[in-house]
């Protein structure tokens, strides 16, 4: 079973740490409590960035570290790579929020990782969370209180914008995974449903989907076959995009029926989800639901 639950003792690596993004968001991350103990950076031959060591392999900052867990903030074309190093190093959890993977990458990626037995989660992901703990990505803070709530997202902004409004309101988040917009991807949310329904910390689960492919049935499938008996909400992206074109995602591709809103809709509320219109139904929704919890 996939495992994303993560704390302020996890070891992180970060990879690509010397570049602008990876020096920012070791700053981020680590200012909300992620234990980075190392970074990767096979050619610039820095030995640190801002305190944490660096090193030129993964195997090497394992070796030093005995990390667990990579957060890969490398460009696309060196992505793949990237992962294939963390791999054999022995890295258990991968996170690329990279965009532009290219699909061939991605699907040997995804084998890879599966051989593995390691998670992964991306591409094209802001990341995941576990609020008052550690965050791996680009999860904005303001959207982050710890609580019942469980969380998975193929919008990164729209998660945000949901996280920050019921954080607001008093409604925090267990573990939040984004698990990005790509056709092909690390981790698919039908794929997260087990740990969801063992967490004693997770109540309820919100999905914030959008058009095109098939993830958001799939999940629907996944959640009558685990019987899951926790309530859950979803948000979806997209309910107005026309037929035939790319909108944001490179997932979010609607041809005909498949892939488009009605037909997301219809195969989550036959599994018992309760879907809403808009961020402010689904607030209030979830309000209802979890404000006393």
Same mark, same amino acid.
């Given at each position: 079973?996939?495992?994303?639950? @993560?704390?302020?003792?996890?070891?992180? @690596?970060?990879?690509?740490?010397?570049?602008?993004?990876?020096?920012?968001?070791? $700053?981020?991350?680590?200012? #909300?409590? =992620?234990? @980075?103990?190392?970074?990767? /950076?096979?050619?610039?031959?820095?030995?640190?960035?801002?305190?944490?060591?660096?090193?030129? /392999?993964?195997?090497?900052?394992?070796?030093?570290?005995? *990390? =667990?867990?990579?957060?890969?903030?490398?460009? *696309?074309?060196? +992505?793949?790579?990237?992962?294939?190093?963390?791999?054999?190093?022995?890295?258990?959890? !991968?996170?690329?929020?990279?965009?532009?993977?290219?699909?061939? %990458?991605?699907?040997?990626?995804? $084998?890879?990782?599966?051989?593995?037995?390691?998670?992964? @989660?991306? *591409?094209?992901?802001?990341?995941?969370?576990?609020?008052?703990?550690?965050?791996?990505?680009?999860?904005?803070?303001?959207?982050?209180?710890? &609580?019942?709530?469980?969380?998975?997202?193929?919008?990164?902004?729209?998660? #945000?914008?949901?996280?920050?409004?019921?954080?607001? $309101?008093? !409604?925090?988040? /267990?573990?939040?995974?984004?698990?990005?917009? %790509?056709?092909?991807?690390?981790? $698919?949310?039908?794929?997260?449903?087990?740990?969801?329904?063992?967490?004693?910390?997770?109540?309820?689960?919100?999905?914030?989907?959008?058009?095109?492919?098939?993830?958001?049935?799939?999940?629907?499938?996944?959640?009558?076959?685990?019987?899951?008996?926790?309530?859950?909400?979803?948000?979806?992206? &997209?309910? /107005?995009?026309?037929?035939?074109?790319?909108?944001?995602?490179?997932?979010? +591709?609607?041809?005909?029926?498949?892939?488009?809103?009605?037909?997301?809709?219809?195969?989550?509320?036959?599994?018992?989800?309760?879907? #809403?219109?808009?961020?402010?139904?689904?607030?209030? &929704?979830?309000?209802?639901?979890?404000?006393?919890?």
């Amino acid at each position: 079973m996939i495992n994303p639950r @993560i704390d302020n003792m996890t070891r992180v @690596i970060v990879q690509g740490i010397t570049g602008r993004a990876g020096r920012m968001h070791v $700053r981020l991350m680590r200012d #909300y409590g =992620t234990h @980075i103990v190392a970074g990767v /950076s096979p050619k610039t031959g820095a030995r640190d960035v801002d305190g944490v060591p660096v090193f030129a /392999s993964c195997r090497d900052a394992v070796a030093q570290t005995r *990390a =667990t867990t990579s957060v890969l903030l490398v460009g *696309a074309e060196q +992505l793949l790579g990237a992962i294939e190093d963390a791999v054999t190093a022995g890295i258990k959890l !991968i996170v690329t929020p990279t965009e532009g993977m290219p699909v061939h %990458d991605a699907l040997r990626a995804r $084998r890879l990782t599966q051989a593995a037995g390691v998670t992964w @989660i991306g *591409a094209s992901t802001p990341g995941m969370a576990v609020a008052g703990q550690a965050k791996l990505g680009f999860l904005p803070e303001a959207s982050l209180k710890p &609580g019942p709530l469980g969380l998975m997202s193929k919008s990164g902004t729209l998660s #945000y914008e949901a996280g920050y409004r019921l954080a607001q $309101r008093g !409604i925090g988040t /267990s573990v939040w995974v984004g698990v990005g917009g %790509d056709p092909v991807k690390g981790t $698919r949310c039908a794929e997260l449903v087990p740990f969801y329904a063992a967490d004693a910390q997770t109540a309820a689960l919100l999905v914030i989907g959008e058009i095109g492919g098939s993830e958001e049935e799939e999940f629907a499938a996944a959640l009558s076959e685990y019987h899951f008996s926790k309530p859950v909400f979803a948000l979806i992206a &997209g309910r /107005s995009s026309p037929e035939g074109v790319t909108m944001g995602h490179a997932g979010a +591709l609607v041809h005909g029926s498949h892939g488009g809103y009605a037909a997301k809709k219809a195969a989550l509320e036959q599994a018992g989800v309760v879907v #809403y219109a808009s961020l402010d139904a689904m607030v209030a &929704g979830i309000m209802r639901v979890l404000g006393k919890h």
